[in-house]
């Protein structure tokens, strides 16, 4: 009997387990398979807190729509019937001391609608001006990679990376743009640069504007009644007896004559012929230490932030925004850096009749000590800038802090080669072992199953020769 061994019960590892499992199951496979993590819970950044009818998201609130994948599993393991949408509303972007209106029909900050740029208040004459070079500007040079932030300042002027492209993105990656590899987060822009000379002329030609009906605005993003904590609840519930075993945490992997021994927290061992490895990535790298395929590589950087989610009785703010949310130009004297007003993003499931729910983030590269500050300090930090756009009456009903401590990846330039030269040196080295994750192929919800999916058919695939 082979066995498989997912180190890691984050989403990645989780969904790469769920689909062997079916797979051993459905092919009357001989294959024996186990979940090892390190910590008393599944699910890793997704954790859902539900308290006096409240559901805070700790980690991720969400997942996009159009990436199919998080869908399918939901259906799969039977909670489909929850998926709930995200209202629609305005969004903002706060520059300065105002909230100006996200343009419409931009695409991830991009302009793919001239009327409403050229209208928007976020950008001065010049910026409009500076942005329209896209149009004449000829394509870049062929090239590896390049930073978001230079890859965008040619193409649109720095005024637009400042006030909209930065904020989004950044948001996602937590992130420096000058930093943050053009290929190995939106590869598609430079693809279509290089295709279409304007990015622009590129966007409007790939994704035309969807004509909505009823002009409503269309859901992008789905959740889960209960919060995203529910998937891995259905996870956990799917899979078969005794794959899962939470508290065990793995040391070191030695490679053995017939396979992989690991070496666990406490001094027990375990066996294993196939190892798919789901952990942040300084944990994979002190595992596999010894190993020049992992030795060699440079320590990715990892950035730490926080949220604070506060409750109110509805009439405690005194001065309520029309929208989901804003998202904070790095130019503003502010230490969030967004906020969601949770109870409008997901009115059915966020928050109690006549109760709101907001969420705000802090901690960027720059000001990351920010993290480490106590409860009370961040919840005054939070309620300090909010009161500069909004007026609320009194203290919240209760917060909620969450930290992330080098939590987020960050895919600095090169970091696609890197994760290529790591899959081909574990290969070579360590045939057998391979790895998914947030670290390496995206880092959204779908972009970790994704990952996970393709791992279940590498190691089918390895099992097989």
């Avoid at 092919?27 to 559901?55: C, H, M, P, V």
């Avoid at 590896?144 to 989004?168: A, C, H, T």
């Avoid at 950087?301 to 309520?320: C, G, H, P, R, Y």
Wanted: charged letters at 25%; hydrophobic letters at 35%.
């Amino acid at each position: 009997m082979k066995k498989i061994t997912v180190i890691g019960g984050g989403i990645a590892g989780l969904t790469a387990a769920y689909y062997l499992d079916q797979k051993i199951k459905e092919q009357n496979l001989d294959y024996q398979l186990q979940l090892l993590e390190a910590s008393n819970r599944l699910g890793g950044k997704i954790n859902t807190e539900r308290r006096d009818g409240f559901t805070i998201e700790r980690g991720p609130d969400s997942f996009l729509i159009r990436k199919q994948s998080a869908e399918r599993l939901a259906r799969n393991v039977g909670v489909g019937d929850k998926l709930v949408k995200n209202g629609t509303g305005k969004s903002y972007i706060l520059v300065g001391d105002q909230l100006h209106s996200m343009p419409q029909g931009s695409f991830m900050g991009i302009p793919t609608q001239v009327r409403p740029f050229l209208t928007s208040s976020l950008f001065s004459v010049t910026g409009k001006l500076r942005a329209g070079m896209d149009f004449v500007l000829p394509k870049g040079e062929a090239q590896d990679d390049q930073s978001l932030g230079k890859f965008f300042r040619r193409r649109l002027g720095d005024e637009v990376v400042e006030n909209l492209i930065e904020p989004l993105l950044s948001g996602i990656y937590a992130g420096d743009l000058d930093d943050l590899s053009l290929m190995a987060t939106f590869p598609n822009f430079y693809h279509l640069e290089q295709e279409h000379r304007s990015l622009i002329r590129g966007l409007q030609k790939t994704t035309p504007v969807p004509k909505q009906p009823s002009g409503k605005k269309k859901s992008m993003f789905y959740s889960l009644e209960g919060g995203l904590e529910t998937l891995v609840e259905a996870i956990e519930a799917s899979l078969s007896e005794g794959i899962v075993q939470k508290g065990r945490a793995v040391n070191k992997i030695n490679k053995s004559e017939d396979g992989y021994e690991l070496e666990l927290k406490g001094g027990s061992t375990l066996s294993s012929d196939v190892i798919l490895i789901t952990t942040p990535y300084p944990v994979m790298k002190q595992m596999l230490k010894p190993y020049d395929s992992v030795a060699d590589l440079h320590n990715m950087k990892a950035t730490s932030v926080a949220n604070v989610a506060l409750a109110f009785d509805q009439s405690a703010i005194k001065e309520d925004i029309d929208g989901t949310g804003f998202v904070v130009s790095r130019n503003s004297n502010y230490r969030i850096t967004a906020c969601t007003w949770t109870h409008k993003k997901w009115p059915d499931t966020a928050a109690p009749a006549g109760k709101a729910l907001l969420r705000c983030y802090v901690g960027r590269p720059g000001d990351e000590e920010v993290v480490d500050l106590s409860d009370e300090a961040l919840e005054e930090i939070v309620l300090h800038d909010l009161n500069k756009i909004m007026k609320i009456d009194g203290d919240p009903l209760f917060s909620v802090v969450s930290r992330w401590k080098d939590a987020m990846p960050q895919y600095s330039i090169g970091h696609k080669q890197v994760v290529e030269n790591l899959e081909n040196g574990l290969a070579s080295e360590l045939p057998g072992v391979f790895v998914a994750g947030s670290p390496y192929r995206g880092i959204g919800i779908p972009d970790c199953i994704d990952q996970g999916e393709a791992a279940v058919e590498k190691i089918i695939g390895y099992l097989a020769e």
